[in-house]
């Protein structure tokens, strides 16, 4: 009787205290058996018995539900509470952001960087992740996390698309989501997405060149900050991805865009905008006509130097090379 009692006690009643702190972390491996889970929940203090976890564990039917993983159970959780955790797989959750307007390389470098994570991913195309906050466990494969940021991609373009404007100046997804990652370069301000996607949209339906900076910058470093002004003889080379050089859309995506610039170019606002140009704010002030754009450069011009932003300030060129440090689609093709 006592023997039961005391059986009871220690499934239904109060556990060890933790080592140190409130929570206890424990790491249940692939594959481990039912001795083995439980004799880890005895070592690490969170169990007073692995005998009675493992009967305990065969008698309600969970011992063929246990899952691995990484768990944290409070200070003084009963046994009981604990072999339920361990059978609804309670595990802990990390988590990983990949901000809006990374290039690929820089995803696969902040998985890389999480220790936590096994294996190794390649950089996939250009464009073909979803920047979101993305949950996994620990000891999961890289290529794993990134698959499931691709196929999260894949999942809202299909939606978008379905719903798209009519007569749009694009005619594949892929190529809506290169226009999508110049507008998450063009501006860091979301209420700005739709009527810069419009700017561009206007553009290519008028034949226009789309004069994007950040496109420019994608060719000669794959999307890593230049770190100086744009030089003219970059800004009339003509590479696949000067769309001052070139017509439409360049040949790739130049990041990886977010949820918001994506359903921007598919459904963007109705407007006779075709120029943008820096307004001192960490914003844009927009134009439909030339003549208006170039009074709002002037306005800028005259704000950087009103704040000092000298050409000798900026990184030194090469002899004959001028600095550009115009902001995207300022000038009339």
Request: proline letters at 8%.
């Amino acid at each position: 009787m006592l023997v039961a009692v005391w059986v009871a006690w220690s499934f239904q009643g109060p556990g060890p205290a933790a080592k140190s702190g409130d929570m206890t972390t424990v790491m249940l491996r692939q594959g481990s058996s039912l001795p083995e889970i439980a004799s880890t929940l005895a070592r690490d203090g969170v169990i007073r018995s692995a005998p009675i976890f493992v009967a305990a564990a065969q008698v309600t039917g969970a011992a063929r539900r246990l899952k691995a993983g990484e768990y944290e159970f409070a200070s003084r959780a009963s046994m009981a509470s604990i072999l339920a955790d361990v059978r609804d797989g309670k595990i802990i959750r990390h988590q990983i952001t990949i901000p809006e307007g990374r290039t690929s390389e820089m995803v696969v470098e902040a998985l890389a960087a999480k220790a936590d994570l096994t294996g190794v991913a390649a950089a996939p195309p250009e464009g073909s992740i979803l920047p979101e906050t993305y949950q996994y466990e620990r000891g999961e494969d890289r290529s794993a996390v990134l698959r499931r940021m691709m196929d999260a991609r894949d999942q809202l373009i299909a939606s978008l698309w379905a719903k798209r404007q009519p007569d749009l100046p694009f005619t594949t997804p892929e190529e809506a989501i290169t226009l999508a990652s110049i507008v998450e370069k063009e501006t860091g301000k979301a209420s700005e997405r739709p009527r810069v996607a419009a700017v561009f949209i206007n553009r290519l339906r008028q034949g226009m060149r789309l004069q994007s900076d950040p496109t420019i910058i994608y060719g000669i470093t794959q999307g890593r900050p230049l770190g100086r002004g744009i030089r003219a003889s970059e800004l009339a080379a003509e590479t696949p991805y000067n769309t001052y050089a070139i017509n439409g859309l360049p040949p790739t995506p130049i990041a990886n865009p977010g949820r918001a610039a994506i359903a921007a170019v598919l459904d963007p606002p109705k407007t006779t905008e075709l120029f943008f140009v820096a307004d001192g704010t960490g914003g844009h002030v927009f134009a439909s006509t030339l003549a208006e754009h170039n009074a709002n450069v002037a306005k800028w011009r005259n704000i950087e130097r009103t704040r000092g932003a000298a050409v000798s300030n900026q990184t030194p060129v090469l002899a004959g090379e001028a600095p550009v440090d115009a902001p995207a689609v300022t000038v009339e093709p």
